[in-house]
């Protein structure tokens, strides 16, 4: 089963909580064992699991991306919204994660939820999720 | 149903178009519905999902991952190659992207395709393709 | 199947070969083609596929990601144990992995083995498994 999941996005750089969203379509999905994949259609944004108790890791993690891959160098890639560093970015993190689903439940570290990094926001998002039943 | 891609590289660093490869595995497995996990069996090769309209976010890409991790620091891994920082690239990129199927195609964000990261070349390279039917 | 393994860290910061526990998994389950995907619970710790025959590329790895995210910038993420490039770094490296199965074996390249990466330690860690068979 495949559903999108459309989003809007406020800041440049932004990091947003999907999980109650992805949990929805496991749920709708009916599956009981199996796996969820989200996935962003977007060359600028990214899929990250991380931190949920303080949202100062994902200003750490924003800021240590823009001392990284800075926004002033002279990229090759020439846009009006000067977005290679965002497509670096959303490189690094990668366009999707893989959780686990037992008993109907996405399956979760006690510290983590799942997240859209938004790199070159604000803008209207998609997000792609696919729940797969576990055959065995 | 797994299947290899054999494919040459032709520079140290480079990154190589796929989709058009995987999207025949995809279609020869006769597969509707699930996914498709495009995997380099390599430790300095990586696959990447990004912009398909302006090279040019390729070579940011490639010249930020080089600014990084340079060339010339003094890594332990000494071979002949001197390809420690292709190790550190592949690392951050991944050697592995998982794309959904619909109907029998790939599906990609507008601005995406399928890429393998060559960071330490020119060399022979494999890419695994499994297709993974959705059983729900 | 999801399975969990428990396992101690003993450094800060650490990469574990776990390739025979993940083997040991794959052979109980039973399953002959199929993935298992790798998975940490974490926001600390991460999986990697990289060399296996070289150590010095996962001192050299763990010494690039030190001098990337230093330990000693004014991160925001004010813990105990000033933990916020360990985040970073599980962020950079990714919570999970996947490799395929063939003939119930893991398949992977001849230089590469699975490894957790560990940004926090010394911690007791879990890993959780999941082999899902190719319903193809």
Redesign the interface.
């Known amino acids: 089963?495949?559903k999108t999941l459309s989003l809007p996005t406020h800041q440049k750089t932004e990091i947003i909580d999907i999980t109650p969203q992805v949990q929805a379509i496991v749920t709708e999905?009916g599956?009981q064992?199996?796996?969820a994949?989200i996935?962003?259609?977007?060359?600028t944004a990214a899929v990250?699991?991380?931190?949920n108790a303080?949202p100062?890791?994902h200003?750490?993690?924003l800021?240590?991306l823009d001392r990284?891959?800075p926004q002033d160098l002279p990229?090759?890639?020439?846009?009006v919204n000067k977005n290679?560093p965002s497509?670096?970015k959303?490189?690094?993190?990668?366009?999707?994660?893989?959780?686990?689903i037992?008993n109907g439940q996405i399956?979760?570290?006690?510290?983590?939820f799942i997240y859209i990094c938004e790199f070159d926001g604000p803008r209207s998002r998609?997000v792609?999720v696919?729940?797969?039943?576990?055959?065995?």
């Open positions: 089963m495949l999905s599956i064992d199996g796996v994949i996935y962003v259609p977007h060359t990250l699991i991380q931190e303080d100062a890791v200003t750490d993690l800021n240590t990284l891959v990229y090759l890639h020439q846009t290679a497509h670096i959303a490189a690094l993190i990668g366009p999707s994660k893989t959780v686990f037992c399956q979760l570290g006690r510290y983590q998609q792609w696919r729940v797969m039943q576990d055959a065995a």
